[in-house]
T-cell receptor, first 114, second 113 residues
Framework: DTTVKQNPRYKLARVGKPVNLICSQTMNHDTMYWYQKKPNQAPKLLLFYYDKILNREADTFEKFQSSRPNNSFCSLYIGSAGLEYSAMYLC?????????????FGPGTRLTVL | GDSVTQMQGQVTLSEDDFLFINCTYSTTWYPTLFWYVQYPGEGPQLLLKVTTANNKGISRGFEATYDKGTTSFHLQKASVQESDSAVYYCVLGDLYNQGKLIFGQGTKLSIKP
């Protein structure tokens, strides 16, 4: 099973409220990623976990948090949503070594902040 | 910084037409380049990978090569079908930095039946 699952598929949030998005995979991949995709823009890497080590991109360092309680699950947390967070959030996973760098993506969660 | 640029935001073709999508890249290392494809309602998926300049990546009737001299990378298919309608992303892979991918803006391909 090469499926990456994301929940929920659609999320409506109010400005200033927290948002928590969930991703799971059963491929035993050691790395999980979160991307943000806005219309007419490239998917942008926000952060990734390699095993238990979190790496956040410098320009989004303070805006997003994440946790990975076990190998299969990874969450993306926004403490206080702003209008600029409205976007599609894509989760992906990959395995180092072998056919490395191929990332398997979930279908995405569309977040709308009002 | 490292980047990849796709100038064609949208391409509309008829079935059996020839497809050519180009992108350019800028990097300080020796890249591995990918094309990812995203069908409606799904996440992006790997279409093909090219690890060495002037070598060809081939998958599902698509071909891709890249040219180090012009730092360009293209995707082509001889005869497109309606099922090829999707968004195609040119992607730069940093295999020495824990597999980070840098995406282009994407080219939306629409095929008229």
């Amino acid at each position: 099973d090469t499926t990456v699952k994301q929940n929920p598929r659609y999320k409506l949030a109010r400005v200033g409220k927290p948002v928590n998005l969930i991703c799971s995979q059963t491929m035993n991949h050691d790395t999980m990623y979160w991307y943000q995709k806005k219309p007419n823009q490239a998917p942008k890497l926000l952060l990734f976990y390699y095993d238990k080590i979190l790496n956040r991109e410098a320009d989004t360092f303070e805006k997003f948090q994440s946790s990975r309680p076990n190998n299969s699950f990874c969450s993306l947390y926004i403490g206080s949503a702003g209008l600029e967070y409205s976007a599609m959030y894509l989760c992906a996973s990959s395995r180092k070594g072998g056919n490395y760098a191929e990332q398997f993506f979930g279908p995405g969660t569309r977040l709308t902040v009002l | 910084g490292d980047s990849v640029t796709q100038m064609q935001g949208q391409v509309t073709l008829s079935e059996d037409d020839f497809l050519f999508i180009n992108c350019t890249y800028s990097t300080t290392w020796y890249p591995t380049l990918f094309w990812y494809v995203q069908y409606p309602g799904e996440g992006p998926q790997l279409l093909l990978k090219v690890t060495t300049a002037n070598n060809k990546g081939i998958s599902r009737g698509f071909e891709a090569t890249y040219d180090k001299g012009t730092t360009s990378f293209h995707l082509q298919k001889a005869s497109v079908q309606e099922s090829d309608s999707a968004v195609y992303y040119c992607v730069l892979g940093d295999l020495y930095n824990q597999g980070k991918l840098i995406f282009g803006q994407g080219t939306k391909l629409s095929i008229k039946p």
